[in-house]
């Protein structure tokens, strides 16, 4: 009948600040409408009618049907726009339902950091055991390894988020960026011969996701093509079919877009965007996508190849030109062009999108303080 969430902080209970609790009431005979109040800190809070809403099982259904779980949503607008998108866009991947996986995707990881790490190659090793590098891989006669790809080298967009140096990650300048043939490094190596069979396909990129997160950063669900390559588990890998890699880059601009993040924020309770939340994040239908395939397209494309190992995913989009100079400024542009068509395919109005760039703080602080202004929204 009503579950009202509670966050301490205001000392309710003589424990810890950090433990939350609720008032969970169930009756025998459903009212068809259960009313929820989430990060209640008074009492009084249970009667705000900003924050207090009220869902129906088709309404959880519609959320989660996989898991059957209740988003946290903070606000009745919240609560609103949520299942307004939903009731237009079908979550990625529906189980135990005909056709409910309409990309065709498997979600999956390649090398787990801690079980596999007798298979990893620090680059002194290499180097001792006579391994020539080129580019960014180790090759020794016939034989090569490959890098290892972490969360913290990837980005939205960006498959040079970060390189390893001197002991550990740092960011990789803008200076950098706009050369070609400047490759991030790894912390580690891994054999080529193993990484193709745990791949077990000739696709020449690979598509993943951050899975360490949390819905309070300036980002939440972030994704990324980044090259063929050894991937650590906490970058799973999101396969589309071989012969379909170009539905990447239409995938890559729904997930990425704000839309999709902000409802994602709303369904994430811990650090981890594991595998139930990703099969249950709304995204776009792909026949509604193709139909702005020449937006989208050379937008992605223009995003993603920005140096020379990512010639791969640029040959699936049909470009077999040189990569795009990294241009900060037109990306900004490009990004936000792409963010204002999803909104209007999410069926977003003006109002909802101002109400939902006002939702990511840490990022409207950051441009704040670089800029003095929220230029993304």
């Given at each position: 009948?009503?579950?009202?969430?509670?966050?301490?902080?205001?000392?309710?209970?003589?424990?810890?600040?950090?433990?939350?609790?609720?008032?969970?009431?169930?009756?025998?005979?459903?009212?068809?409408?259960?009313?929820?109040?989430?990060?209640?800190?008074?009492?009084?809070?249970?009667?705000?009618?900003?924050?207090?809403?009220?869902?129906?099982?088709?309404?959880?259904?519609?959320?989660?049907?996989?898991?059957?779980?209740?988003?946290?949503?903070?606000?009745?607008?919240?609560?609103?726009?949520?299942?307004?998108?939903?009731?237009?866009?079908?979550?990625?991947?529906?189980?135990?339902?005909?056709?409910?996986?309409?990309?065709?995707?498997?979600?999956?990881?390649?090398?787990?950091?801690?079980?596999?790490?007798?298979?990893?190659?620090?680059?002194?090793?290499?180097?001792?055991?006579?391994?020539?590098?080129?580019?960014?891989?180790?090759?020794?006669?016939?034989?090569?390894?490959?890098?290892?790809?972490?969360?913290?080298?990837?980005?939205?967009?960006?498959?040079?988020?970060?390189?390893?140096?001197?002991?550990?990650?740092?960011?990789?300048?803008?200076?950098?960026?706009?050369?070609?043939?400047?490759?991030?490094?790894?912390?580690?190596?891994?054999?080529?011969?193993?990484?193709?069979?745990?791949?077990?396909d000739d696709r020449p990129y690979l598509l993943g996701w951050r899975d360490v997160t949390n819905s309070t950063n300036a980002r939440t669900f972030i994704m990324s093509p980044h090259p063929r390559a050894g991937v650590g588990h906490p970058l799973p890998q999101m396969h589309l079919p071989v012969d379909q890699l170009g539905n990447s880059a239409p995938a890559t601009a729904a997930i990425n877009s704000f839309a999709c993040d902000y409802v994602t924020r709303q369904k994430i309770g811990g650090t981890h965007m594991t595998y139930f939340y990703v099969k249950q994040?709304?995204?776009?239908?792909?026949?509604?996508?193709?139909?702005?395939?020449?937006?989208?397209?050379?937008?992605?494309?223009?995003?993603?190849?920005?140096?020379?190992?990512?010639?791969?995913?640029?040959?699936?989009?049909?470009?077999?030109?040189?990569?795009?100079?990294?241009?900060?400024?037109?990306?900004?542009?490009?990004?936000?062009?792409?963010?204002?068509?999803?909104?209007?395919?999410?069926?977003?109005?003006?109002?909802?999108?101002?109400?939902?760039?006002?939702?990511?703080?840490?990022?409207?602080?950051?441009?704040?303080?670089?800029?003095?202004?929220?230029?993304?929204?």
């Open positions: 009948m009503s579950l009202y969430d509670f966050e301490n902080r205001k000392k309710l209970f003589p424990i810890d600040s950090r433990y939350k609790f609720c008032l969970l009431t169930v009756v025998r005979q459903p009212t068809g409408r259960a009313r929820f109040v989430f990060f209640a800190h008074a009492v009084a809070d249970i009667d705000d009618p900003e924050r207090n809403f009220s869902l129906t099982p088709d309404d959880l259904m519609l959320f989660n049907p996989n898991t059957r779980t209740a988003p946290t949503f903070r606000t009745r607008r919240d609560a609103e726009i949520t299942t307004g998108i939903y009731r237009r866009v079908p979550v990625l991947i529906r189980e135990g339902v005909p056709d409910g996986n309409p990309w065709q995707v498997k979600l999956s990881t390649m090398y787990h950091m801690s079980n596999d790490s007798g298979l990893f190659r620090t680059r002194c090793q290499l180097e001792e055991d006579g391994w020539v590098l080129q580019g960014n891989h180790f090759v020794r006669d016939d034989d090569r390894y490959l890098p290892l790809y972490v969360l913290a080298m990837v980005h939205q967009y960006d498959h040079r988020w970060a390189t390893f140096e001197n002991g550990k990650f740092r960011l990789v300048t803008e200076t950098e960026k706009q050369d070609p043939t400047f490759l991030a490094m790894p912390q580690y190596w891994v054999p080529a011969n193993e990484t193709n069979q745990r791949i077990g994040v709304p995204v776009l239908e792909l026949d509604l996508l193709r139909q702005h395939s020449e937006f989208l397209g050379p937008r992605v494309l223009e995003l993603c190849y920005t140096a020379w190992d990512m010639f791969g995913f640029a040959a699936s989009l049909g470009w077999h030109g040189p990569p795009f100079r990294w241009d900060s400024e037109r990306r900004a542009l490009i990004r936000s062009e792409i963010d204002a068509l999803m909104f209007r395919l999410y069926g977003r109005e003006r109002s909802d999108v101002d109400y939902i760039m006002g939702t990511f703080d840490a990022l409207r602080k950051s441009e704040e303080k670089r800029w003095g202004d929220y230029r993304t929204k």
